[in-house]
């Protein structure tokens, strides 16, 4: 079983494991449109370290920062995802393929909310909108190949 808390990877394998450039992911964190969750070094002049967690919360961000959702906004969500789960999911984990499907994040831009969903939830997605957003638009996000790449990046196998 993977340790989804150990702080061990630096902000360059970070950034590099979310197809981001670590000045960029630097940029975010020093402007606070990224909070520092990660390990803040012991002495002046050595790395931060982020656990697996924290990159999966910088990786969904990432990803919706992609589809114009403001920093500070997609970093959020990518808290919620990677500190939250339930009873299916545990936090910044898939639902299980076999039992659920892929993973998605749905996302409304007017509302700037967004729910974590599993693939066989996909039916009820315009239920769920109507209930958290009155616009139509939504962004639909599969996590799966963000989760594989991170993993693939870091050296975890998926």
Known sequence: MLDYAHKQFKTSQAAEACKMAPPTLRGYLHRGEFRAIGKKADQPGLATLFSLRDVMV?????????????????FGIGVEFGHFGDDDRDPASMFD??????????????????????GDDIKGLYDIGISISQSEAVILIKLNPIERQVFAALGFGA
Do not use: C, H, M
């Open 58 to 74: 910088f990786a969904v961000a990432a990803r919706l920062i992609e589809f114009n959702v403001p920093p500070k906004v997609a």
């Open 97 to 118: 393929f076999r039992e659920k499907g892929e993973t998605f994040i749905a996302y409304w831009p007017d509302s700037q909310t967004a729910e974590v969903i599993a």
